[in-house]
Nanobody
């Protein structure tokens, strides 16, 4: 069993920044691939970013160049630094583990454990 707790969401103006954190417990963090997904109201859950246990990263095209995923194995925490935020980034953001990559894609079905989500709202 893995417990994931997200934090860092909030309200920010367009062009601003936020950093999301996801603290993991219950399993060896260093062996887990970690992912961030988001769900905007009325939309399906979509992939945002992922980082493998070895530090390899992937991003959705919509966030590439603006978001950065990273991990601190000493703190069992994965981060999502979000810069140049846009109103269309408004969503509930979820952390997930332990994920498997299919080609260069990460699908929600490959992740077993999910956090409770944190709301990010970007005003125009």
């Amino acid at each position: 069993q893995v417990q994931l707790v997200e934090s860092g969401g909030g309200l920010v103006q367009a062009g601003g920044s936020l950093r999301l954190s996801c603290a993991a417990s219950g399993r060896t963090f260093t062996t887990m691939n970690m992912g961030w997904f988001r769900r905007a109201q009325g939309n399906e859950r979509e992939f945002v970013a992922a980082i493998t246990w070895s530090g390899s990263t992937n991003y959705a095209d919509s966030v590439k160049g603006r978001f950065t995923i990273s991990r601190d194995n000493a703190k069992n925490t994965v981060y999502l630094q979000m810069n140049s935020l846009k109103p269309e980034d408004t969503a509930v953001y979820y952390c997930a583990a332990p994920g498997a990559r299919t080609g260069s894609s990460w699908y929600p079905s490959s992740f077993t454990f999910w956090g409770q989500g944190t709301q990010v709202t970007v005003s125009s």
